[in-house]
């Protein structure tokens, strides 16, 4: 196993560690800020760290198609490794968490529903609400967070989103390395 596969799946196993205490020690947090800002930073060190590694190791120079490669040799089991367990924690760790998010979802959509002005807004923001009586817009209405708050849907998005990051990521602490770091 080389070295930048190494460090993605280190960074990924100890950002799981990290939000699973975090669980343990407030099992249900309103707020997942921190741990999504953290994730972001294991992200970026690992990649970091890796090319890092790569870069001071190489005899010779290498194009910057390759450094980006070697960033995602990093970037992607870590990302990988995360959404998987973003699957598991959310599927089975705390189911709680998604429900609680659809009960807040639904409070604001009846408390939108019983505002007129809201909910004339809402009516007229779509041509097929306007058709719609109270009832069934409320129904509709209330589709959304039941599908969007699933295990399946948040792997789904981690995966795009820390794909994107980890390529971003790769993009920028390479052109960081031959620019400042690593001139030659």
Known sequence: MNSPLKIGIGFGVGWCLVKYISFLINPLPDNILPTVLLNILFLLTAIALALYQIKRNQAEEDSALGDIKNGLKAGLPYTVLVASFLYLF????????NQKQIEKTNARIEKDFN?????????KSNPTFEVMTKEELKIQMKKGPQTFYTP?????????????????????????????????
């Open 90 to 97: 959310y599927g089975t760790i705390n189911p709680e968490f």
């Open 115 to 123: 505002n007129p002005i809201e909910y004339e807004t809402l009516k």
């Open 152 to 184: 399946g849907i948040t792997m789904t998005v981690s995966l795009l989103a820390m794909l994107l990051l980890s390529t971003l990521y790769s993009i920028l602490v390479s052109v960081i390395y031959r620019r400042i770091v690593f001139r030659h």
